[in-house]
């Protein structure tokens, strides 16, 4: 197990765009490994190995290039709601209500935000307000995704109240006051990670 300890200062991506993750560390657990600690409102990146993760991975690759392409092995997100490990993501069913300890078998990241008991809160609640009320996956956000992927189009389309996993988490961690420079129906795991400087 791997802890980085990451800035907390306001970073700008290659256009100027503002970028402020909230303050943070991140633990990385490889496969039969498990997280040591963490709490309500920090997230899990996962490097997946299916079909679908694949797919996810080449999308990221065409995306992302230079130095910020070692996150593109991160293709699942999802956030933690309580300090037992229950997680809260988007899936392809959709929104529920998951476990850390399922992800024990694959490379993962944990990052710990520093935040307000009070943030963590908000991004919890806005987590158990997806579940609760059913959403659904995003299917049309990962085609817009993908679009933008293939084309580099910043054109974006989706339902709102549906997400793909990293959206999930991304319009979560709005409530931290982390600010992204793409929007959270864009966001791909690997985003997260470059964000969150997630290796």
């Known amino acids: 197990m791997s802890v980085l300890t990451t800035s907390t200062t ?33 997230f899990v990146l996962v490097a997946g190995t299916h079909v679908n993760s694949r797919l996810i991975r080449f999308g990221q690759k065409m995306r992302i290039h230079g130095d910020d392409r070692r996150h593109v092995k991160w293709t699942h997100a999802a956030l933690i709601v309580d300090r037992d490990g229950s997680l809260i993501e988007a899936v392809g069913a959709g929104v529920r209500r998951w476990h850390l300890d399922r992800y024990r078998d694959h490379d993962y990241v944990v990052v710990r935000i520093h935040t307000s008991e009070e943030n963590r809160d908000e991004v919890v609640g806005f987590a158990e307000w997806a579940l609760e009320r059913g959403s659904s996956y995003s299917r049309l956000s990962t085609v817009s995704i993908a679009l933008s992927m293939l084309t580099g ?12 996993c990293s959206g999930l988490v991304a319009r979560a961690l709005e409530r931290t006051g982390s600010i992204f420079d793409r929007d959270s129906a864009h966001t791909a795991p690997a985003d997260l990670a470059r964000y969150f400087l997630a290796a």
């Open 153 to 164: 189009s910043r054109l974006t389309f989706f339902i709102d109240g549906q997400f793909v």
């Open 10 to 42: 306001t970073r700008t991506d290659a256009g100027g765009a503002r970028i402020r993750p909230a303050p943070h560390h991140a633990e990385r657990a490889g496969p039969g490994e498990a997280a040591a600690a963490f709490d309500r409102g920090d």
